[in-house]
């Protein structure tokens, strides 16, 4: 079983930083594919950002170039680091597992209960 924990999430004024991390308890994941999906108010869940195994990623085309995925396998963690963000960055924030090929379409098995991000 595994149980994924987000945490990092806040409020920020545009242009500045956050560092969201995910941590998997229960078991290890150094297999999964690892991504990070948002869902704004009013809006459909987006994938952001997602890493397999071999620390490969990929990203929306909104957040490329700001935001970058990286994996912490000795701390069983993932994170998702955001620069310059954006008022349209503000949304709810998820991170999942899955298992198979790894995308921002991935079918995510696993999920976090979110953390709320909001930039304005």
């Known amino acids: 079983h595994v149980q994924l924990v987000e945490s990092g999430g806040g409020s920020v004024q545009a242009g500045g930083s956050l560092r969201l991390s995910c941590r998997a308890k229960?078991?290890?994941?150094?297999?999964?594919?690892v991504g990070w999906l948002r869902q704004a108010p009013g809006k459909e869940r987006e994938g952001v950002a997602a890493?397999?195994?071999?620390?490969?990623?990929s990203y929306a085309d909104s957040v490329k170039g700001r935001f970058t995925v990286s994996r912490d396998n000795a701390n069983n963690t993932v994170n998702l680091m955001m620069n310059s963000l954006k008022p349209e960055d503000t949304a709810v924030y998820y991170c999942?597992?899955?298992?198979?090929?790894?995308?921002?379409?991935?079918?995510?098995?696993?999920w976090g209960r979110g953390t709320q991000v909001t930039v304005s």
């Open positions: 999942a597992a899955g298992w198979g090929h790894c995308d921002l379409q991935t079918d995510f098995q696993h």
């Open positions: 229960g078991t290890i994941y150094h297999d999964a594919c």
């Open positions: 890493i397999d195994s071999d620390g490969i990623a």
